[in-house]
């Protein structure tokens, strides 16, 4: 094995089992209770990926993602089945774009579809990264993969699960229906869940949660699965193979955070290579307005999120233009997460408006003539608020991580299909014990008894 686990919380180093992946240190008080052999020590913390490799060395004879393997934590036996795939991130730098908004060293991580620049991912966002990483650390566990979305990440999945007949349910909140389709095979082996009921991605996450204790079920982890994490880090190095040197700032729009902390750990790994410069960059990070509480809560450099009503979240989100930047539970406030990233590395944080991000939208079509994912036109947005700020000088070297984009082009090319929804659940039977039923004798069908608790 060239990675083993270290826990941010109590730096135990863990071996990674054969069967399973862990997403917590068992001395972690959210540690799944079964194991009370240990004492429940710390408060959460994320687990990170200790490569054995301390250099940043792209495998030259692989194209894609995957020529990164060194830092991503694939075994073997998964990796032979899904680490095929030749796509990735497209880093280029953006002289026009650059110009356009009043930088030297503009370098564009583009993850989408745009063929003319090489770009391929189908399901037109960075999440397929994340979706074939963890794919390749956890496939050859056979359990059925859990993953809950408000939409790109389970596009993603249930993209690289049904190319691979990879087991897996994908969980998302009907709301995010509209974004559910798919260009290509459909697996049986991967099931789509919506959650209906003005359901938001939290209640997709605590549907999720009850599906993952069905046996031959295991919850995907999300923020702290470490395959998830580097999958999205490998943006960042695909910038760094094109600079070959740390950037001052890197710019991406939050939903979760995940991306950005992962982007911050890759960073890490490379100042302590030692080629790359002595600094990580400033995380430049922006939310959607009025949904910004990581926002908020970073201005008031407090580690604890604001307190908002549900109803309150839900109409908010229901205003923002960029959907995927809804997470009302982020990993913010929990060790190794968004809060320890913003601090270690003197970050910024940005709200933009839906008119904002729809300018960045026009500009970068106009100016490279490709279309954007709302989220990533936040972050183009947010990159403009900085410069009109002067926070940026004109000469440094900045990343944008264009998040996702290329959805008309792909339209144009490929035959794209809803996905079909296997089950549909209603938020309020979350809350009693018919949604364990439904679960079952429909992904089962019936015939495994129930070993799930009502709440
Ligand atoms: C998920 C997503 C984001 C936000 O990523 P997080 O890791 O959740 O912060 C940004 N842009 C796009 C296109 C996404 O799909």
Not at 101 to 115: D, I, M
Not at 153 to 164: I, K, L, M, P
Not at 258 to 276: P, Q, S, Y
């Amino acid at each position: 094995m060239h990675y083993t686990l270290r826990c941010l919380g109590c730096n135990t180093s863990l071996a990674e089992p054969d069967d399973q992946h862990l997403l917590t240190c068992p001395n972690d008080e959210s540690h799944p209770a079964e194991e009370h052999t240990w004492r429940k020590s710390h408060p959460p913390a994320l687990l990170r990926a200790d490569y054995s490799s301390g250099s940043f060395t792209p495998h030259n004879d692989v194209v894609g993602l995957f020529r990164y393997q060194d830092w991503l934590p694939i075994r073997a036996a998964s990796a032979d089945r899904v680490a095929d795939a030749n796509v990735g991130t497209v880093a280029y730098q953006a002289r026009k774009l650059g110009a356009s908004v009043g930088l030297e060293r503009l370098v564009v991580l583009f993850n989408g579809f745009w063929p003319a620049r090489g770009a391929r991912l189908a399901a037109c966002s960075f999440k397929e990264l994340e979706a074939r990483v963890v794919v390749a650390r956890c496939a050859a566990a056979g359990a059925a993969l859990v993953v809950a979305s408000a939409g790109n990440t389970g596009r993603a999945f249930h993209q690289v699960c049904s190319e691979y007949d990879i087991p897996a349910v994908i969980v998302v909140p009907e709301r995010a229906l509209p974004y559910m389709w798919g260009v290509g095979h459909n697996s049986a082996a991967v099931k789509l869940v919506a959650v209906t009921g003005n359901a938001d991605y939290y209640d997709a996450i605590q549907a999720a949660e009850l599906i993952a204790q069905l046996p031959g079920h295991r919850a995907e982890g999300g923020a702290r699965n470490v395959a998830r994490r580097d999958g999205m880090g490998a943006s960042f190095l695909a910038g760094m193979e094109l600079s070959g040197e740390l950037p001052a700032h890197y710019f991406q729009a939050v939903g979760s955070g995940t991306g950005a902390i992962a982007a911050w750990e890759m960073a890490v790994r490379l100042v302590r290579d030692g080629r790359f410069g002595p600094h990580v960059p400033h995380l430049q990070l922006a939310q959607n307005d009025p949904f910004t509480i990581m926002t908020d809560a970073w201005q008031a450099r407090t580690r604890e999120l604001p307190r908002l009503s549900s109803a309150d979240a839900k109409r908010q989100i229901d205003t923002i233009k960029a959907h995927v930047l809804s997470n009302r539970h982020p990993p913010y406030a929990v060790t190794g997460g968004l809060f320890d990233a913003l601090s270690a590395s003197g970050g910024s944080m940005y709200a933009v408006t839906n008119r904002e991000a729809e300018e960045a939208t026009r500009l970068f079509r106009r100016v490279e003539g490709c279309d954007l994912d709302p989220a990533a036109a936040v972050a183009l947005a947010s990159l403009q608020q900085a410069i009109a700020a002067g926070a940026i000088q004109r000469g440094e070297l900045v990343f944008l991580n264009v998040t996702g984009g290329g959805y008309k082009q792909l339209r144009q090319r490929l035959q794209v299909e809803p996905l079909t929804v296997d089950v549909n659940l209603d938020v309020d039977q979350l809350r009693t014990g018919e949604a364990a039923v439904t679960i079952e004798d429909t992904l089962s069908g019936g015939r495994t008894p129930s070993r799930m608790e009502t709440a």
